[in-house]
């Protein structure tokens, strides 16, 4: 039979009197159609035995609480490497909230709010592809929500762009510096040398109205940063240990 081919496919396969694996003889394009139909079934076979090993797994799952089961230690493993990820969410919210605050001319107040703006909306977010699109899909999953800061100082702490401030009370006519405690001396009690009888008597605080009522405060304040952190940051911004490295110049061999 001219431009007959054997097919072996699960419907024309036969096994003969000898005990051979052997196919009916049919045209190349029957044979292609063939060998399709017996693709698309495994391929159908193969999906339900997935989705059935799926169930066993959840139904395994749910016994044991998603604790001790191979799904569940997946399940922890995910949501861990998840939650890893969202601290650049994290990290993102934060350098805008700098960035409004430092550069955009955000208020501390303006900045607050829309941080936490930002916190809400990414959470109604997340919840609704959480009940809308996971559940449905029979993924009971909370995503894990992000940890984004809430208000200008959480911000800085989140970046680590908060500077050591050493803050001191300073004498508004001689300008000497005074640590800030609660015995700060009322008036300035510096004197040009030891025998000196005149002492610079400035009145060196004053009082504040505040919500918890009327508090003391130093009159003038005099803050410095702290030269040891501020060299720990220098020396950590991205270039210097290169540069450093290159300034340095090994000794000649003789
Ligand atoms: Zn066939
Ligand atoms: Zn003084």
């Known amino acids: 039979m001219p431009g007959k081919v054997q097919c072996c496919c699960s419907k024309c396969g036969y096994y003969d009197d000898n005990g051979a694996f052997r196919g009916r003889k049919v045209s190349r394009q029957a044979r292609a159609m063939h060998e399709k139909e017996d693709e698309l079934r495994k ?14 797994e959840d139904s395994d799952s749910e016994q ?19 939650r890893r990820e969202m601290t650049l969410i994290t990290h993102m919210v934060a ?21 936490k703006g930002i916190a809400i909306i990414l959470m109604t977010a997340f919840k609704i592809i959480s009940t809308t699109l996971l559940k ?29 401030i050493i803050r001191t009370a300073c004498c508004p006519k001689c300008f000497t510096l005074y640590p800030l405690r609660n015995d700060l001396p009322d008036h300035c009690p510096w004197k ?30 005099y803050s410095t940063q702290d030269f040891r952190s501020w060299l720990e940051f220098f020396l950590n911004r991205p270039g210097i240990e290169e540069m450093i490295a290159k300034s340095y110049v090994p000794p000649l061999l003789s």
């Open 192 to 221: 040009e040398s030891r025998r000196a009888h005149k002492v610079c008597s400035a009145s060196l605080t004053m009082q504040r109205r505040t919500k918890n009522g009327v508090v003391v405060v130093p009159r003038r304040q």
């Open 64 to 82: 044991s609480e998603r604790a001790a089961g191979p799904s569940g230690s997946h399940f922890n493993a995910a949501e861990e490497n998840c």
């Open 43 to 56: 391929a159908r076979e193969t999906t339900r035995d997935n989705m059935k090993e799926s169930d066993t």
């Open 136 to 164: 449905p899909l029979g993924l009971d999953i909370d995503i894990p929500l992000p940890h984004t800061p809430r208000d200008v100082r959480s911000t800085y702490n989140a970046l680590s762009i908060e500077p050591t």
């Open 95 to 115: 350098m805008l909230g700098a960035w409004l605050n430092l550069a955009g001319g955000g208020s501390q107040t303006t900045t607050g709010v829309i941080l």
